[in-house]
Structures are given as C-alpha cells and as structure tokens.
T-cell receptor, first 111, second 113 residues
Framework: KQEVTQIPAALSVPEGENLVLNCSFT??????LQWFRQDPGKGLTSLLL???SQREQTSGRLNASLDKSSGRSTLYIAASQPGDSATYLC??????????WGAGTKLIIKP | EAQVTQNPRYLITVTGKKLTVTCSQN?????MSWYRQDPGLGLRQIYY???????DKGDVPEGYKVSRKEKRNFPLILESPSPNQTSLYFC????????????FGPGTRLTVL
C-alpha cells in the first residue's frame, strides 16, 4: 500500500533564504505527484503537478522535482517571503484515479 | 470564476441531529470527492464520485452518505453525527480524478457536541 511521508513536519527559516521541502513515497508506480499549499482555515490550492514521465515542473519561484526510482519529490522555494508561510502538502496519484496524501510540512518564514 | 463552494462554512450541532453539507462546482468536472482533515492525521478521503450516479467509498466512509444526482453537486450527509466526526471537511473536484489538478472548496468546520 502506497505511503507518503513529508519530513520535517515543521520548518522555520529567515526571509530571503532558498529552501527545500521533501516528499517521499513507497511505491514508484505512480501516475503523478502534486504539491499543494494550505493557508490556515482555508482550502488547498494546487501549486504544481508533475506527471510520472516528467522530472520537474516550475512556476515562478517554485520548482518541483520528481525521482520515481528513489521515491522522492522535492519542492524548492527560491527567495522565500513571509507570504510563503503556509502548510505544504504533497499527494501521489495512483492508477485508480485516487490521491494518497502526505501529512504536510508547516513552513514559517520569519521577516 | 471557476470555483468549488461549500456550505455552511461553520456548523455546531448536537449528537444525532442529521445534517447535510453542500458542495457545488462550476467547472463541469466529472470527479468530485470529500475529505476530512484532522490534526496529526492529514487528509483522509471519505467518498468520491467518478461521475453522476457513480459513488464509491474512500478510506473513512463510516457514518457518512453521499449522492451525485447531477454533475455539479455532491452533498455530504451525516445521518446521525457523533463527536468523533468533529473535523474540517473539504470538497474537491477534478477533471480526471487523481490524474488531474484538484480544486478544493474553502472547507466546513464541523463541531458535534
């Protein structure tokens, strides 16, 4: 059974730093991997979707990579800003059209 | 504006009093789903629907019902709520299930006393 893990559970960094969030999964037979952002008390917003055949996706200051063989994905945030503070979740899409979720990393960017 | 709406946003109720949380999307998506989110447990899927009149259980379906009579709506029904159903609930839609980008509603915070 697919399991998705995000470590660390929380991360605090000074503004302006580049940072990496990690997501690992146990079964490499995935259809895609998605990264989401969740602000307190709000719904989730899709950030990036990487198909299983892709190695990375970029959107602005965000870059997500995917290494299926090692069961890992990273979300790179360049030049972090206080507005980036949120919980970031990754989810793996399987062949049954379902998503398996990580528990998230709570990111705090200190001004 | 493309969106998923949920109502109510906040609800406090008592054990055993039937309630319905509505969910509607205006993107003509075939796939819709319900999640609950609890501290330390992350997002867990309750039910999902691949299309009209097609629903299936997710990971935690006990105590919940759903219906999909039209493409845009996917209500979540709690026939006899219990305190362990106190949670934050999200509705989501997608053009292709887990294979497509997920669009989430703003969430419904439910408290069952």
């Amino acid at each position: 059974k697919q399991e998705v893990t995000q470590i660390p559970a929380a991360l605090s960094v000074p503004e302006g730093e580049n940072l990496v969030l990690n997501c690992s999964f146990t079964d490499s037979a995935i259809y895609n991997l998605q990264w989401f952002r969740q602000d307190p008390g709000k719904g989730l917003t899709s950030l990036l979707l990487i198909q299983s055949s892709q190695r990375e996706q970029t959107s602005g200051r965000l870059n997500a990579s995917l290494d299926k063989s090692s069961g890992r994905s990273t979300l790179y945030i360049a030049a972090s800003q206080p507005g980036d503070s949120a919980t970031y979740l990754c989810a793996v899409g399987d062949s049954n059209y379902q998503l398996i979720w990580g528990a998230g990393t709570k990111l705090i960017i200190k001004p | 504006e493309a969106q998923v709406t949920q109502n109510p946003r906040y609800l406090i109720t008592v054990t055993g009093k039937k309630l319905t949380v509505t969910c509607s999307q205006n993107m003509n998506h075939e796939y819709m789903s319900w999640y609950r989110q609890d501290p330390g447990l992350g997002l867990r899927q309750i039910y999902y629907s691949m299309n009209v009149e097609v629903t299936d259980k997710g990971d935690v379906p006990e105590g919940y019902k759903v219906s999909r009579k039209e493409k845009r709506n996917f209500p979540l029904i709690l026939e006899s709520p219990s305190p362990n159903q106190t949670s934050l609930y999200f509705c989501a839609s997608s053009p292709a299930g887990g294979r497509g980008t997920q669009y989430f509603g703003p969430g419904t915070r439910l408290t069952v006393l």
